[in-house]
């Protein structure tokens, strides 16, 4: 009798035993996941002390997780402290090596350090995963290498892929027009800049004073003068107000000097008839 009463304890301990380690472990597991919910929050709102401090805690409870070291990664680099986050997104992709996210994190963070060969190849490993949905993102960061290296053609091929598979992403856009700017192709700029400017890049100011400079170059005043006018009222208040109206009275410099120059030009060819 005796030893059934023992084993009937044992027993008894042993499911109390069990249950206690499952909640401990729930617990973990639910702390964990606060953490890293804090964390990624504190990270996109460029809080990063604090973003490392959660991230931190989130892996101490919930080891090695590949969605929580790409970002404890991200909170190491904008830390200043490379060689960590490159540790953190090195062992996130051991652990996960289909995670995108934290292979496009590692591709940049060399890209920043000038290992542009090392970016390249992580990038172009990402071009492979079919159904990645920021691939306009990685085309960007490909033709950023290229123009690096001076590769102009391969650079523009890169941006025009961005383009397409995704058609308002405005760095792309903008990119293309300020290299066809550089080369004096200022209708096609004029185009890109108007492109960079679609959805959600309709309030960034700069690709509205670039089409501005581009209209200038074409010589099409008045519309320069319109959209100047437009950059005014919408971005009434902010510096580009101020760039507007700096630009409208070098806009009638312009003119009158052209105005001059052409008047002077006439009077010139009557006097040597």
């Given at each position: 009798?005796?030893?059934?009463?023992?084993?009937?304890?044992?027993?008894?301990?042993?499911?109390?035993?069990?249950?206690?380690?499952k909640k401990e472990?729930?617990?973990?597991?639910?702390?964990?996941?606060?953490?890293?919910?804090?964390?990624?929050?504190?990270?996109?709102?460029?809080?990063?002390?604090?973003?490392?401090?959660?991230?931190?805690?989130?892996?101490?409870?919930?080891?090695?997780?590949?969605?929580?070291?790409?970002?404890?990664?991200?909170?190491?680099?904008?830390?200043?402290?490379?060689?960590?986050?490159?540790?953190?997104?090195?062992?996130?992709?051991?652990?996960?090596?289909?995670?995108?996210?934290?292979?496009?994190?590692?591709?940049?963070?060399?890209?920043?350090?000038?290992?542009?060969?090392?970016?390249?190849?992580?990038?172009?490993?990402?071009?492979?995963?079919?159904?990645?949905?920021?691939?306009?993102?990685?085309?960007?960061?490909?033709?950023?290498?290229?123009?690096?290296?001076?590769?102009?053609?391969?650079?523009?091929?890169?941006?025009?892929?961005?383009?397409?598979?995704?058609?308002?992403?405005?760095?792309?856009?903008?990119?293309?027009?300020?290299?066809?700017f550089n080369r004096?192709?200022?209708?096609?700029?004029?185009?890109?800049?108007?492109?960079?400017?679609?959805?959600?890049?309709?309030?960034?100011?700069?690709?509205?004073?670039?089409?501005?400079?581009?209209?200038?170059?074409?010589?099409?005043?008045?519309?320069?003068?319109?959209?100047?006018?437009?950059?005014?009222?919408?971005?009434?208040?902010?510096?580009?107000?101020?760039?507007?109206?700096?630009?409208?009275?070098?806009?009638?410099?312009?003119?009158?000097?052209?105005?001059?120059?052409?008047?002077?030009?006439?009077?010139?060819?009557f006097y040597n008839?």
């Open positions: 009798m005796k030893n059934i009463l023992k084993l009937v304890l044992l027993a008894q301990l042993i499911l109390v035993g069990c249950s206690s380690s472990a729930e617990m973990k597991e639910k702390k964990a996941e606060l953490h890293y919910t804090h964390g990624t929050q504190a990270l996109l709102n460029k809080e990063y002390t604090t973003a490392l401090d959660h991230l931190l805690k989130s892996n101490a409870y919930k080891p090695n997780q590949s969605n929580v070291l790409n970002n404890l990664g991200m909170a190491y680099f904008f830390k200043k402290e490379k060689k960590r986050a490159l540790k953190s997104l090195l062992l996130s992709l051991k652990i996960d090596p289909k995670n995108s996210d934290a292979r496009t994190n590692l591709a940049s963070i060399y890209f920043h350090m000038g290992n542009f060969s090392k970016a390249e190849e992580h990038y172009k490993i990402i071009l492979k995963d079919l159904v990645y949905k920021h691939q306009y993102r990685i085309h960007y960061n490909l033709a950023l290498i290229e123009l690096k290296r001076s590769n102009y053609d391969k650079a523009v091929t890169r941006l025009k892929s961005s383009i397409q598979e995704k058609d308002d992403y405005c760095p792309a856009n903008y990119k293309l027009g300020d290299l066809a004096y192709d200022y209708q096609s700029a004029l185009k890109f800049y108007k492109d960079a400017t679609k959805g959600n890049c309709y309030n960034l100011g700069e690709p509205h004073m670039k089409q501005v400079e581009s209209l200038i170059q074409l010589k099409k005043y008045a519309e320069a003068r319109l959209k100047l006018s437009d950059i005014k009222n919408q971005f009434k208040g902010t510096r580009f107000d101020t760039l507007a109206r700096v630009k409208l009275n070098d806009l009638d410099t312009l003119e009158k000097q052209e105005y001059y120059s052409t008047k002077n030009k006439s009077l010139n060819n008839k």
